[in-house]
């Protein structure tokens, strides 16, 4: 199947810095990306839908300016956690639709954000 | 919009059992359907998608079944290991847009 891969896999940090996670699809492009959060023995909570070359839409409850994402690229989209808060650490995981080819989401293998 | 309805919520079985996983979901415009295998620490990995236009498909031990009349979907896993061990999700897309809603998972338990 379709690989996407995401880095760093796991970061801890201080509160009050920011965060970015990057994420990539390797061997498809993808016009669309999804950001997820999840919490501990909990199903997948939808961020963000990132777009190619325009703004992401954000799914009710979630601070745009708190969570940044960039889609510079087909093959690349990044999560920025600004001014992070212990409440924010949390495993993020994002996907890759490939519209083109299989038209199916594949997932990243997660990123583990810990804020000290 | 759409809703995914997933059970059981835990399920444990002797290797070598089969294991039922069913979902059900509310939009009857919904034409795909994913399910995904999580194990612990990792992202979620595709293990078998369905479309709307056959009713069944397999490969190798796991299947799954599809009845648009009734608007649910199953995933069958024959002769358990202890490896297939993890969370399974399963998913369906909205009318409007390619965002997939998502069950609320099943803990899958393989007893060796």
């Known amino acids: 199947g379709a690989v996407v891969s995401q880095h760093p896999s796991r970061v801890i940090c201080k509160s009050g810095t920011s965060v970015k996670i990057e994420c990539r699809s390797l061997?498809?492009?993808?016009?669309?990306m999804f950001w997820y959060r999840q919490f501990p023995k909990q199903s997948l909570m939808l961020m963000a839908t990132s777009n190619e070359g325009s703004k992401a839409t954000y799914e009710q409850g979630v601070e745009k300016d708190k969570f940044l994402i960039n889609h510079a690229s087909l093959t690349l989209s990044t999560l920025t956690v600004t001014s992070a808060h212990p409440e924010d650490s949390s495993f993020y995981i994002c996907s890759a639709w490939d519209s083109h080819s299989t038209d199916t989401q594949y997932f990243g293998p997660g990123t583990r954000l810990t804020v000290l | 919009g759409e809703n995914v309805e997933q059970h059981p919520s835990t399920l444990s079985v002797q290797e070598g059992d089969s294991a039922v996983i069913k979902c059900t979901y509310s939009d009857s415009a919904s034409n795909y359907f994913p399910w995904y295998k999580q194990e612990l620490g990792k992202g979620p990995q595709l293990i078998i998608d369905i479309r709307s236009n056959v009713g069944e498909k397999k490969d190798q031990r796991i299947a799954v079944t599809l009845n648009k009349t009734a608007k649910h979907f199953s995933l069958h896993i024959t002769e358990t290991q202890p490896e297939d061990s993890a969370v399974y999700f399963c998913a369906a897309p909205p009318l409007y847009g390619n965002k997939l809603v998502f069950g609320a998972g099943t803990i899958l338990r393989v007893k060796s």
């Open positions: 061997d498809f492009q993808a016009t669309t």
